[in-house]
Nanobody, 126 residues
Framework: QVQLVESGGGAVQAGGSLRLSCAASGPDLSTYFMASWFRQAPGKEREGVGVFYSGSGGTLYADSVKGRFTISQDNAKNTMYLQMSSLKPEDTAMYYC??????????????????WGQGTQVTVSS
């Protein structure tokens, strides 16, 4: 089974940018049907940020990040990225990556995902 490790989190001022990485070990990330980024702010439920479909390379995003965040995948490095720009204080959260072996359900649903990383913290100050 794949192991996922996120990195790249940190503290940034509003309007700034960060790039998160999700490094996979074990089976290639590209062999999974889809991979995603989720986030969870204190006191809030975990929410889907975006998804990357390995077969097509297509992506979908939550409305709250559309136009500001971009997901990509480097198969040579077995790593998925989340490029975040124009960051806002409300983007502050723990960010997690996840992988699914198949189209088990809506990408926004936590139960769809088979494997999760441990998370990386992003803090955006105003």
């Amino acid at each position: 089974q794949v192991q996922l490790v996120e990195s790249g989190g940190g503290a940034v001022q509003a309007g700034g940018s960060l790039r998160l990485s999700c490094a996979a070990s074990g089976p290639d990330l590209s062999t999974y049907f889809m991979a995603s980024w989720f986030r969870q702010a204190p006191g809030k439920e975990r929410e889907g940020v975006g998804v990357f479909y390995s077969g097509s390379g297509g992506t979908l995003y939550a409305d709250s990040v559309k136009g500001r965040f971009t997901i990509s995948q480097d198969n040579a490095k077995n790593t998925m990225y989340l490029q975040m720009s124009s960051l806002k204080p409300e983007d502050t959260a723990m960010y997690y990556c996840a992988a699914a072996t198949g189209p088990h359900g809506s990408w926004r649903n936590e139960r769809t995902w088979n494997y999760w990383g441990q998370g990386t913290q992003v803090t955006v100050s105003s």
